[in-house]
């Protein structure tokens, strides 16, 4: 129950394009869903986060769309760049202990310039 | 402003033996993390420190994990009798008081257990 599954594993688009990564999750006690980027040899950066009172947030490029009944969030990467390259990971928090939270497997995302 | 900072940045050890990781977070955040990441797998919660609360140990794997932390800095990981399946990247991370939920990685320390 404490899972969160994430697709795809890997992704390739074209410079310009949309990339979009799915991620699923099962405990409903999560209320809490960040996306993170990770880059060779560095730690996970924060790049968006979301709370379920909203559908969608939008910070430049990145977008989180999120689905409350189907328990589904994904992340939009607009006018995607080859700077975007790197593995992406979506996250889940519980309200009490944000600290402690679950990750997605990881997608690795490729722009072709 | 410095980052996390984690040493060493790579080990390699031999199977059975015990190693410590340090992990320096960024100064005056109030909440240390450890995970551990597989080879191209997600990160795995294994250990939470949030000021003077008892830790939230949950994530560790095995008796052979522990965690301690001085106050609000450094925090050392130590595994003992190392096992081949420890080897992975393990990360720490920290976020300053109320803001559990923005949590500042370091770089990672690659541990490779022969």
Known sequence: QQQVKQSPQSLIVQKGGISII????????????????????????????????????KEGRFTISFNKSAKQF???????????????????GEGT????????????????? | GAGVSQSPSNKVTEKGKDVE???????????????????????????????????????????RFSAERTGE??????IQRTQQEDSAVYLCASSPAGYADTQYFGPGTRLTVL
């Open chain 2, 21 to 63: 990781l340090r992990c320096d977070p960024i100064s005056g955040h109030t909440a240390l993390y450890w995970y551990r990441q597989r080879l191209g797998q997600g990160l795995e919660f294994l250990i939470y420190f949030q000021g003077n609360s008892a830790p939230d140990k949950s994530g560790l794997p095995s008796d």
């Open chain 1, 74 to 92: 994904s992340l939009h990467i607009m006018d995607s760049q080859p700077g975007d390259s790197a593995t992406y990971f979506c996250a889940a």
């Open chain 1, 22 to 57: 799915n991620c699923a999750y099962e405990n409903t006690a999560f209320d809490y869903f960040p996306w993170y980027q990770q880059f060779p040899g560095k730690g996970p950066a924060l790049l968006i986060a979301i709370r379920p009172d909203v559908s969608e947030k």
């Open chain 1, 97 to 113: 202990s944000y600290g402690k939270l679950t990750f997605g497997q990881g997608t690795i995302l490729t722009v072709h310039p």
């Open chain 2, 73 to 78: 800095s450094v925090s050392t990981l130590t």
